[in-house]
């Protein structure tokens, strides 16, 4: 099994970039498919991205094509979420989550991160 945590959250205005982070601990990382979710206050988790073991095959929610990129990096067990053009919409907690089963866009990871804060002012 693995466990994964996210980094890279905080304020940042209309327009500008962040890079997230989830790093993995824990044998085989690049067997699990990592997807990224968020959360905004009073609506549900939705999926954002989602990226294969190898890094070879990735998707994207509408909302966030074009503007995201996911990617992961096996030989430091990380996978990142860089975004572009971000918008006040984009304001929410995100996590990262790894399974075995790819692609999986439900909130039915088995590994889930405690989630870090990305604040988009207008």
């Known amino acids: 099994q693995v466990q994964v945590g996210e980094s890279g959250g905080g304020l940042v205005q209309a327009g500008g970039s962040m890079r997230l982070s989830c790093a993995a601990t824990?044998?085989?990382?690049?067997?699990?498919?990592v997807g990224w979710f968020r959360q905004a206050p009073g609506k549900e988790r939705e999926w954002v991205a989602i990226?294969?073991?190898?890094?070879?095959?990735?998707d994207y929610a509408a909302s966030v094509k074009g503007r995201f990129t996911i990617s992961r990096d096996n030989a430091k067990d990380t996978v990142y979420l860089q975004m572009n053009t971000l918008k006040p919409d984009d304001t929410a907690v995100y996590y990262c989550?790894?399974?075995?089963?790819?692609?999986?866009?439900?909130?039915?990871?088995?590994?889930w991160g405690l989630g870090t804060q990305v604040t988009v002012s207008s």
């Open positions: 990226i294969s073991g190898s890094g070879d095959s990735t």
């Open positions: 989550a790894a399974d075995r089963q790819y692609p999986l866009y439900s909130n039915e990871y088995d590994y």
């Open positions: 824990g044998r085989f990382f690049s067997r699990y498919g």
